[in-house]
């Protein structure tokens, strides 16, 4: 553990650190380009040199060890100079075309040379090295080798995070551009990280461009619920509607790094009909809109008369592997504690199970859940009926008579889904008395006795455990429409409909009680939940 | 004077294996091959001799900062990719002394503990790259290379690796990174090549000039080159000189030996009845000298270095009366430019930016600023980048544009 | 889809075998690819020697726009390439490229109609002594004059 000085601040180091990452963990910025934390060293934009006492030069901070009793200085006027002279270098070839920019509001170019630029150009714009510009990359990615600084952060990635290669450097000296073999798409599950780690406007979003300024959007800390993997993310929108989602570094799950499947899972939130009121089935057949004190009372008192009339075990919960922990753990509540319910699933797939497994070798899961392991580790999963196959059998032959179902659309769909929803409505359509908690309306929404609209991913803050164990909580971004509650806050009044007590009034207060009566969470605090997550133990 | 190098290279026919052993060719290596591997190190370091590439760093420190018993191999690789400007001495010793040189190698090569060593030659050699085959195969036939060096139980192979165009190659990090089959792009130091070098293991580049230096000072003995030249630069050294002189070429003199009877004598002075303008002493990364300045100069590493300028690789070019300084500076500012490898920001843009301002100026566009600008370009770029490239371009924008600062003016006045 | 010819696969062989890492051959057989496929890189001649060593197209690409030997763009069958450095620059370079030019009768990087023929300008050749110096493949042609360069261009054109 050295010990230095930097700018006169004592600052300890941990071992093998260079002075850049003891800095950024003291909480001093050092400025930089190529430098990344989840990327090898390059030391090639020379912005972060600083001044250690005993050396002759300027040194990158960077790609130089520090250690013990080193003298160091980032904020000395020879080191402004020295990077006001690299800045100026920078911007000599950059088309300065920051109006029809996209990266406006987040470009290192633009936030250093405030700092530090402040120069007049020097270079006359029939000198400068024209590049070629707006080269579409494919569906992520577009590129502007103009406002590139060939900071080789986007080559280092995919030679070194995919292992692919498709992003070179091509020329020499000043005419050096980086860019694909013949201008291919990137055919790679992970290319929108490029355009999130490229400090300048080289590399934009072709999803996100030209959409809103950055400056108009607001931010909210959350999960992807792409899949088991639950990539930190921040959540940007403005005026309740989603602009983009990018990965929070997370050094124990995702680095700094997303899939774009997870990058792009928001829009199919925005694809199909929502839910937006409770509805109930007349005698008629027909369903009509209620109140949600009618229909919470009404499906407390009809659970009960089936409970009454063929026992707790003819109550199924079949929960969903997308449901927060805080809804599965008061679904669990009601239908298990309070009305005595025994059986509850919430396998539509056989990939719900299998967690763990790896769908490549740099983030993703084959189980397109966020939440499966919280599904489990509160054990909402029977042996005897073994996923919804089971539970269609028990109710066909009349061992199941009511069941609540809570179901999400997948944020990242897969071929296998239609028949996984197939089987969701083959279920309801077996079930004597059924409830469904939904976000999206599907195929069985004339067979449901009640629909209820319950609020997406997104919309509710709640904690989600991922393959390793790790619960995370994700923030609510954006208000859902109609009528729709998040799911916990629908048996927090079907308890309170039942006589029982429902003190919670957020989604943290029922974490808190959660971690009180259930052994995998016991001790856990909401705070532990935030960056980068607790792990919950057997 | 001594020739340690070009004792026979005048004489037509002498690159073959037949005609180098005919005037004791290979013996040298036969002594080494008798002596301590430590023992030859101690010649070297002890005969005084520098790395002739440009740099001068004592070639037998350099080889005692290799480590030993790594578990993994060590390498030798000749830097044959002479490219800076003004400099022709290396592919003189190519030409005809291939011989000279695969013995030196062989030499170094058992001091080091090395079995693979490369010739990197620079690709526009390629008319040099059969005879350079041929020279080994000859070497491989007569037991000097292969499974057993001399009869030794010492294994060595030499093979030839062509680069492909370069000037950046020359510098040893980028040599190497290149010879792994990549982008010439320098390395950032520390790890050093001697601990990780070609393939993350021990490697020493040496310069042509500097490995065909070994067989004499095999032969003769450390303390007879140290010997030859001046306190701190010992032995010989080959000058190429070329310009505005009667007669230009690769010459061998001892170090220490005055730049100005040099010019006059072995170049033959400055032809048309000229007067010397100016010199560039050692390949067009040096500072530049002006006339008033070569007076008393010796050619060795400290008295050029006293005098403002460097040794370097010892590519001399000669300027007479009529040169027009910004104009050669631009030529200099356009091959930097050129050669920049693009990794640093401050070389990439820096080098570009340079010449064009020179370009500018040269076409009678360019203002007074733009002479300044030249300035702060060079202060902007001086010592931040991975290697010296930048800082090749630095000395002679400097020393130009300050020493003849009206030059430059008076083609912005018009 | 274009091949080595079986001569070329017997090199690419040899190349190989004198590397310990099979990567260092990477310069040498794009050298050889050129030899092969008309005098430069071809996207088609990268994806080729990508495939051969097993490595992406980009990768292959982006190492042979490194090297100023290695073309990435047609050139004619021959190349001049006249240095433009300070030696040879002093003693005319300038108007042997001027020749070069004239008597080609086209720009620098460009190709004469008959594919024979085009220029370019190149940096320092290590022929500072005997300059101008010009380089056309593996030949080197020193002290040009223009007179001297507009027969070596007839020679070469009636080859």
């Keep these: ?538 | 004077m001594t020739k340690i190098l070009l004792a026979n290279a005048d004489k037509p026919g002498q690159n073959t294996i037949a005609k180098y052993r005919e005037r004791g060719g290979y013996k040298a290596l036969e002594k080494a091959l008798g002596m301590e591997s430590s023992a030859v190190i101690d010649e070297v370091k002890a005969s005084g001799l520098r790395g002739r590439g440009g740099a001068g760093f004592p070639t037998g420190m350099k080889w005692s900062f290799v480590p030993r018993n790594t578990g993994k191999p060590t390498y030798l690789l000749c830097n044959a990719d002479e490219s800076e400007p003004g400099t022709f001495k290396d592919r003189f010793l190519l030409e005809r002394e291939p011989h000279l040189l695969i013995e030196g190698m062989a030499i170094a090569a058992y001091a080091l503990g090395c079995h693979l060593s490369y010739i990197y030659m620079r690709g526009e050699f390629g008319f040099l790259e059969q005879p350079m085959e041929a020279a080994l195969e000859e070497a491989y036939k007569a037991g000097i290379l292969g499974a057993s060096v001399l009869g030794r139980d010492f294994a060595l192979d030499i093979h030839l690796h062509m680069g492909a165009g370069a000037y950046i190659c020359g510098e040893e990090t980028s040599l190497i990174e290149s010879l792994e089959g990549y982008r010439g792009y320098p390395r950032i130091k520390p790890p050093f090549p001697a601990t990780h070098g070609f393939l993350a293991s021990p490697t020493v580049v040496n310069n042509v000039e500097t490995l065909a230096a070994l067989p004499w000072i095999i032969t003769n003995g450390a303390q007879a080159h140290a010997a030859i030249g001046t306190e701190k630069s010992k032995g010989t050294k080959l000058f190429s000189v070329s310009g505005h002189v009667s007669k230009p070429g690769v010459y061998e003199v001892d170090l220490g030996y005055p730049l100005l009877d040099f010019i006059n004598n072995e170049a033959g002075g400055i032809p048309n009845g000229r007067a010397l303008k100016a010199v560039i002493p050692g390949g067009s990364s040096v500072p530049v000298l002006r006339a008033e300045e070569c007076q008393g100069v010796l050619l060795d590493y400290e008295s050029l270095l006293k005098a403002g300028s460097m040794l370097g690789s010892g590519g001399m070019i000669v300027l007479d009366d009529t040169a027009k300084m910004p104009e050669v500076l631009s030529v200099i500012a356009d091959f930097y430019a050129h050669e920049s490898c693009g990794q640093c920001t401050p070389c990439r843009e820096g080098t570009g930016w340079a010449s064009k301002v020179l370009r500018n100026l040269v076409a009678g566009e360019g203002t007074k600023a733009d002479v300044d600008r030249l300035l702060k370009i060079a202060d902007m770029m001086e010592g931040k980048t991975i290697c010296p490239l930048a800082d090749a371009d630095v000395m002679p924008i400097r020393s130009f544009v300050t020493k003849f600062r009206s030059e430059f003016e008076a083609l912005a006045a018009s | 889809m274009i091949e080595f010819s079986e001569d070329a696969k017997q090199r690419y062989k040899r190349i190989l075998s004198h590397y310990p890492d099979k990567r260092a051959a990477l310069v040498p057989v794009l050298a050889l690819a050129q030899r092969e496929f008309g005098g430069w890189i071809s996207q088609e001649a990268a994806e080729y020697v990508g495939k051969l060593m097993g490595y992406p197209p980009s990768d292959v690409l982006s190492v042979a726009t490194f090297y100023t030997l290695l073309h990435t763009k047609p050139v004619g069958k021959y190349h001049l390439e006249i240095c433009r450095n300070v030696s040879c620059w002093l003693m005319g370079a300038n108007e042997c490229m001027d020749e070069a030019k004239r008597v080609l009768g086209v720009r620098a990087e460009q190709i004469t109609a008959d594919g024979k023929f085009s220029w370019n300008f190149t940096e320092c050749l290590a022929s500072c002594g005997t300059g101008p110096a010009m380089q056309v493949g593996d030949r080197y042609f020193e002290n040009l004059t223009p007179a001297r360069l507009g027969e070596i261009i007839e020679n070469l054109g009636n080859d």
Excluded at chain 1, 139 to 147: A, C, S, T
Excluded at chain 1, 329 to 335: A, S
Excluded at chain 1, 437 to 459: D, G, I
């Design chain 1, 1 to 538: 553990m050295p010990k230095f000085t930097l700018n006169d601040q004592p600052i300890e180091a941990n071992d093998g650190q260079t002075i850049i990452q003891a800095a950024q963990d003291a909480g001093i910025d050092i400025p930089h380009y190529c430098y990344h934390p989840d990327l090898p060293i390059d030391g090639n934009c020379r912005m972060c040199l600083v001044e250690v006492e005993k050396m002759p030069k300027l040194t990158p901070s960077c790609t130089t060890m520090a250690t013990e009793g080193m003298v160091v200085r980032s904020s000395s006027e020879r080191v402004k100079e020295a990077v006001r002279g690299v800045l100026e270098f920078l911007l000599i070839n950059h088309p300065v075309d920051c109006p029809v920019c996209d990266q406006a509001g987040e470009c290192r170019l633009q936030d250093y040379y405030m700092v530090y630029g402040l120069h007049t150009s020097e270079i006359p714009l029939e000198m400068k090295v024209r590049k070629r510009k707006a080269i579409d990359l494919g569906p992520m990615v577009v590129l502007d080798q103009e406002r590139c600084v060939l900071c080789s952060r986007c080559i280092r990635f995919f030679e070194h995070v995919t292992d692919t290669g498709e992003m070179q450097f091509f020329g020499r000296g000043d005419h050096v551009a980086i860019g694909t073999f013949e201008d291919k798409p990137l055919d790679n599950p992970y290319s929108g990280n490029v355009v999130d780690i490229c400090p300048v406007g080289a590399l934009t979003s072709r999803d996100f461009r030209f959409k809103c300024r950055v400056w108009f959007l607001h931010s909210t800390d959350s999960v992807c619920a792409g899949c088991s993997t639950g990539c930190s993310v921040r959540i940007d929108h403005r005026d309740g509607t989603i602009f983009r989602l990018l990965p929070r570094r997370n050094v124990e799950v995702n680095q700094s790094w997303l899939c774009d499947e997870g990058r792009l899972s928001f829009h199919e939130l925005q694809t199909g009909e929502r839910v937006v009121r409770p509805m109930i089935k007349g005698r008629d057949g027909i369903q009509a809109p209620v109140t949600w004190e009618d229909a919470v009372r009404s499906i407390d008192s009809r659970l009960k008369e089936i409970r009454e009339a063929n026992g707790a075990g003819s109550i199924l919960g079949f929960g969903s592997p997308s449901a927060t922990n805080e809804a599965l753990y008061l679904f669990k509540r009601y239908l298990g504690g309070e009305l005595g319910a025994t059986h509850f699933d919430f396998r539509v797939d056989s990939e719900d199970t299998n967690v763990a497994e790896e769908e490549d070798q740099v983030l993703r899961h084959f189980d397109k859940h966020p939440n499966s392991m919280g599904a489990m580790k509160l054990g909402l999963m029977s042996a005897e009926l073994c996923g919804i196959e089971g539970a269609i059998k028990a109710a066909r032959e009349g061992r199941i008579k009511a069941g609540v179902v809570i179901y999400f659309n997948p944020l990242v769909r897969r071929r296998r889904d239609e028949e996984a929803e197939g089987r969701v409505l083959e279920l309801i359509d077996q079930l004597e008395y059924s409830v469904v908690l939904a976000t999206h309306r599907a195929e069985w929404h004339q067979s449901a006795s009640v629909v209820l609209p319950v609020a997406a991913w997104s919309e509710e803050e709640g904690t989600y455990t991922n393959f390793q164990g790790r619960v995370q909580l994700a923030g609510r971004a954006i208000e859902s429409g109609g009528d729709a509650l998040p799911v916990w806050e629908v048996f927090a009044m079907l308890l309170h409909a039942a006589g029982a007590e429902s003190p919670w009034m957020a989604s943290d207060d029922v974490f808190s009680t959660m971690t009180e009566t259930e052994a995998a969470y016991r001790g856990l605090t909401i705070e532990q939940t935030r960056l980068p997550g607790a792990v919950v133990v057997e």
